[in-house]
Every structure is written in structure tokens, then in C-alpha cells.
């Protein structure tokens, strides 16, 4: 299959042009603000007093969340996938629009984000972890969808039916970026919003965010099964890749969170009868 050869340029006004990656992002943080703002107007989501006024404080902790994501990602990129090429190309680090955003370094921007936030505005890190998570699928949809268009994130050749020929290789290669975008993306977003509605996990501090992380780390680690390549191996002839090493913490701090948060909701449980 061929690319569709999409322009990554959406439109341009003069000499400002506007990319999908950029569009991407924006309708990430839009759509996050109007979804985090429905969860915090249902009160029966939340255990009594834990929202504290948070609902009054979003627009803030949006642009904390954008400015750890935007610096997180970046960083995150250049240190973790390709320092090498950015020592020789510095002027580079700051083409933000067109890609080159890690989602581990975002993850960890964004952590620092919620510290700092919650520290100066005396709202539980925890909630706000929930809230952070419960929302981070519409963003990985919507920035894996506009790798695609510029032909990033590329996986190993394949001869499926639905593999592509992307620019610059010549044989059909998974197109691991939207393989991202429906697991990481699509189904985890659906899965929490299970967990939150039906189950009412933001009423235990945590829990959301935990089963995030683990959901997101085993996605990813079985994505990164299809973009083996030397430049995303740790080192020559690794069994795995960058992705996948980076993904291992957040899955066992995931796993943990889950299992202290669970017991924690069992033992109140007890309580209460």
C-alpha cells in the first residue's frame, strides 16, 4: 500500500503555516479541558470533599500541563532517542512543529507539572494525577494521527496487507504510529472511562492513574514489537527496544499504584460494613 502522501501543511496564512501536528496538539488540549471539566461536574465520580475546588483551578493547571508536556516532550526526544543528531544540528531543538515529541519525556514533565501545581495551590497531586490520565488518550490519538501524516514513527517491513510504503523506504513497513493511536490512544481512553464510570475509580486517589500506566505500558511494549530498528535498539542486537525499556517503570509503578490503591479501596470497604 502506498502512502497517502498527506501535506503535512494544513493551510498557511502568509508566511505562517499551520501543520496537523500543531493542530494535533491544540485540539488535545482542548478537547482534555472540556473532558476533565465533564468529570469534575459529576460529583457522584468523586468521593466527598476530593475535587476540593479543582473545577475553578483547571485553566491553570492546563497551562502548567502544557508547558511540562511541550518542555518534557522535546527533552525527552533529543535525550533519549537522538542526542547525536541534535549536538550537530542545535538550531533543530527548538522545530517543535514538526514532531520529534517523546511521550516519556512529556510523562515526565507532566509529573513535575502536577507537583508543582499541586503544591502551590493545595489540591491532592493524587486527583490531579487522575484527572491528568483519565484525559492523556485523547492527546495520544490525536499527535499518533498526525505522525502518521508526517510519516514518523515508522515499524519494521511487513508484508500484511495494510502495510505501507512510507517516504524515504522501499518496502511496505507496519505503520506503527497508528497502531499507537487505536491502542494507546483509542482503547485505552475507553477502558478508563469504563473504569471511571462504571467502577468510580476516582473516588480512590490514584487508582486512575495507575491503571493508566499500566495500560499504557503494556500497549506500548507490544507496539514497540513492530518498529524493531537499529536506531530504537538500546544497544546493536538488543531483544528490545528504547520504547520498550522506557515503558517498564511506568508499568511496575502502575502496577503498584493499582495494588495499593485496590487494597486501600478494599479495606474502606470493610470499614464501612
Avoid at 475535587?51 to 533519549?80: E, M, N, P
Avoid at 507532566?110 to 494525577?129: E, M, S, Y
Avoid at 490503591?261 to 479495606?267: F, G
Wanted: charged share 15%.
Amino acid at each position: 500500500m502506498e502512502f497517502p502522501n498527506i501535506d503535512p501543511t494544513a493551510f498557511q496564512i502568509g508566511p505562517l503555516a499551520v501543520r496537523w501536528y500543531g493542530i494535533a496538539f491544540a485540539m488535545t488540549f482542548g478537547l482534555s479541558w472540556w473532558y476533565a471539566r465533564s468529570l469534575l461536574s459529576r460529583p457522584s465520580l468523586w468521593a466527598p470533599g476530593l475535587k476540593t475546588d479543582l473545577a475553578s483551578k483547571l485553566d491553570d493547571l492546563l497551562v502548567y500541563i502544557v508547558i511540562g508536556v511541550i518542555i518534557g516532550g522535546r527533552l525527552g526526544h533529543i535525550l533519549l532517542y537522538d542526542p547525536g543528531h541534535y549536538v550537530a544540528n542545535p538550531i533543530e531543538i527548538f522545530a517543535v512543529w514538526e514532531g520529534g515529541m517523546s511521550f516519556h519525556g512529556g510523562l515526565a514533565g507532566t509529573v513535575i507539572a502536577i507537583l508543582v501545581f499541586a503544591a502551590r495551590n493545595g489540591v491532592d497531586k493524587w486527583v490531579i494525577g487522575d484527572l491528568v490520565a483519565a484525559c492523556s488518550p485523547i492527546g495520544i490519538m490525536l499527535v499518533r494521527s498526525a505522525n502518521f501524516v508526517n510519516g514518523e514513527i515508522v515499524g519494521s517491513p511487513s508484508d500484511l496487507p495494510w502495510a505501507i510504503v512510507f517516504p524515504g523506504f522501499d518496502e511496505p513497513r507496519h505503520p506503527a504510529m497508528l497502531y499507537e493511536a487505536a491502542l494507546e490512544g483509542a482503547l485505552l481512553f475507553a477502558i478508563l472511562a469504563l473504569f471511571i464510570f462504571r467502577y468510580r475509580t476516582l473516588r480512590f486517589p490514584g487508582l486512575t492513574a495507575g491503571i493508566f500506566l499500566v495500560g499504557y505500558g503494556v500497549a506500548r511494549i507490544y507496539v514497540e514489537t513492530f518498529k524493531f530498528a537499529p536506531h530504537r535498539m538500546i544497544w546493536e542486537d538488543a531483544p528490545f527496544t528504547k520504547g520498550m525499556a522506557y515503558s517498564v517503570p511506568m508499568l511496575l509503578a502502575g502496577a503498584w499504584l493499582v495494588y495499593s490503591r485496590w487494597q486501600k479501596a478494599r479495606a474502606s470497604k470493610r470499614a464501612i460494613a
